[in-house]
Each structure stands twice: as C-alpha cells, then as structure tokens.
C-alpha cells in the first residue's frame, strides 16, 4: 500500500510541478465588472433540469447574464477540432501503463480529473473559495 501512495503522491507533484510552469489565468483586473455578480445570481438559481436544453436557457437569459451567456456560447458548442480529446486521451495513456495495471476505471478517472483541473484550480487567487460537490470548500 505505501509504494501506491509514493506513486500517487509523486504523481500529484509531477501535476504541481506542471501547472506552476502554465500559463496564469486571468487577473481580477481582467474580470468585466458585471462578470462576478451574474455569476453570483446564476449560482443563486436552482439547477436546470436533465431534459431542459442548456441553449435554450442561455438565449432566454442573455440580457441578464450577458457575459455569462457569451462564456456560455463559447463552451457549449462542439470544438472544431479533435485536440482537446486528443489531450485527454494523451493524458489517461500516461497514467494506464504496464506497471499501473491495478488502477480501477474509477482511480483512473479520477486522477485524470485531478490533472486537468489541478492547475485551474490552483489559479484561484489568494483567500477565492471553490464549492466542491455541493459542501466542501477549497481555498487557495
């Protein structure tokens, strides 16, 4: 069990080491002012419906939520191109290899999830809190 936890351990640190040579994010002087308050409005809402179409929302909501809407436009539509899930698929393959082969799908996808999202997560600026699955709350 502890060579698993060295493993998983070195591996979270090879993400870190990753992500503090990336790109930083965008700045709060960057953020349109109106941005943050229709982010809190839009949280403040119940959650749509599994059969309700996202579109639709987003175009009924446009004049309340201008640039949420516009983010929106930008990141429902299908990308024109195959990089990104080629990133993806990039990234599992480095994780699933000969040696690793008592990884379960669950444990896979979760460190996939970790090494896409660590470093967006790690742009947060100093005492910005992110709501993780409804009760657990990561500070930067």
Same mark, same amino acid.
């Given at each position: ?25 965008? *700045? +709060? ?6 941005? $943050? &308050?229709?982010? #809190? ?5 119940? %959650? ?36 990104? *899930? +080629? ?6 393959? $480095? &994780?699933?290899? #000969? ?5 379960? %799908? ?35």
């Amino acid at each position: 069990m502890e060579a698993e936890t060295s493993s998983l351990g070195s591996y979270f640190d090879e993400i870190l080491e990753e992500s503090s040579t990336a790109v930083a994010g965008p *700045s +709060e002087q960057e953020i349109p002012p109106g941005a $943050l &308050i229709q982010l #809190e409005s839009y949280l403040s809402e119940a %959650p749509l419906g599994r059969k309700n179409n996202p579109f639709h929302y987003w175009r009924d909501n446009q004049a309340r939520l201008p640039t949420l809407a516009a983010t929106a436009a930008k990141f429902l539509c299908a990308p024109c191109t195959s990089v990104e *899930s +080629e990133r993806l698929f990039s990234a599992v393959s $480095l &994780i699933i290899d #000969e040696h690793r082969s008592r990884l379960t %799908p669950e444990h896979v996808e979760m460190i996939t999830f970790v090494k896409k999202n660590l470093p967006i997560m790690l742009r947060l600026q100093p005492g910005q809190t992110v709501e993780i699955e409804g009760s657990v709350e990561m500070e930067q």
